[in-house]
């Protein structure tokens, strides 16, 4: 089956750093996708990892590891903003979604 | 436009009735995809359009649910005999050319409620 696993609420501070976690079972793997998405709005797109290692994207870093099925979205220097759904998809023929996760910023 | 649009925003509609939804993509992108999200969950995959291929309609839920797309560029997706069941938000994204490295732009969405 295809399985794809996010915690469901993180809660962290402004101004820290946040590790948010996704761990996959599909079969097959032609990438991975982090989508944010504000409540009640559509997801936009933040990075898309297919080769292990780690995508640095201004405040907004990905890792993968595709012999772990685990990936990982990292969040720097939080702003109030962030406070949003981080949701996790893994390409195989289509977009496997995860449910996401809702990160919650506090001041 | 510059994005993709979808229609209508809100649509209520009572038990049994048939809804349509529109969606209109990103001019020049070939690859079209209708995505349904229940409240607090990920989105669940309906069916994708790439140029004049067959569409993959491996993600219909049942026989009530059907898409087209006229000319490769707008599309509608139709639900006969709503159930409860089928409240939710319809999401339509578009890429490219359907790439799996591709990003997908979405929709505002059409928040379907069915009574």
């Known amino acids: 089956g295809q399985n794809i696993d996010q915690p469901t609420e993180m809660t962290a501070t402004e101004g820290a750093i946040v590790q948010i976690n996704c761990t996959y079972q599909?079969?097959?793997?032609?990438?991975l996708f982090w989508y944010q998405q504000h409540a009640g709005e559509a997801p936009t797109f933040l990075s898309y990892n297919v080769l292990d290692g780690l995508e640095e994207k201004g405040r907004f870093s990905s890792f993968l590891s595709r012999s772990k099925g685990y990936s990982y979205l990292l969040l720097k220097e939080l702003q109030m903003k962030d406070s949003a759904s981080y949701l996790c998809?893994?390409?195989?023929?289509?977009?496997?979604w995860g449910a996401g996760t809702k990160l919650i910023i506090k001041p | 436009g510059a994005g993709v649009s979808q229609s209508p925003s809100n649509k209520v509609t009572e038990k049994g009735k048939d809804v349509e939804l529109r969606c209109d993509p990103i001019s020049g992108h070939t690859a079209l995809y209708w995505y349904r999200q229940s409240l607090g969950q990920g989105l669940e995959f309906l069916i994708y359009f790439q140029g004049n291929s067959a569409p993959d309609k491996s993600g219909l839920p049942s026989d009530r649910f059907s898409a087209e797309r006229t000319g490769g560029s707008v599309s509608t997706l139709t639900i006969q005999r709503t159930q409860q069941e089928d409240s939710a938000v319809y999401l339509c994204?578009?890429?490219?050319?359907?790439?799996?490295?591709?990003?997908?732009?979405f929709g505002p969405g059409t928040r379907l409620l069915v009574l």
């Open positions: 994204a578009s890429s490219e050319s359907g790439g799996s490295g591709e990003t997908q732009y």
């Open positions: 599909t079969s097959g793997f032609n990438g």
């Open positions: 998809a893994v390409r195989h023929y289509q977009l496997i």
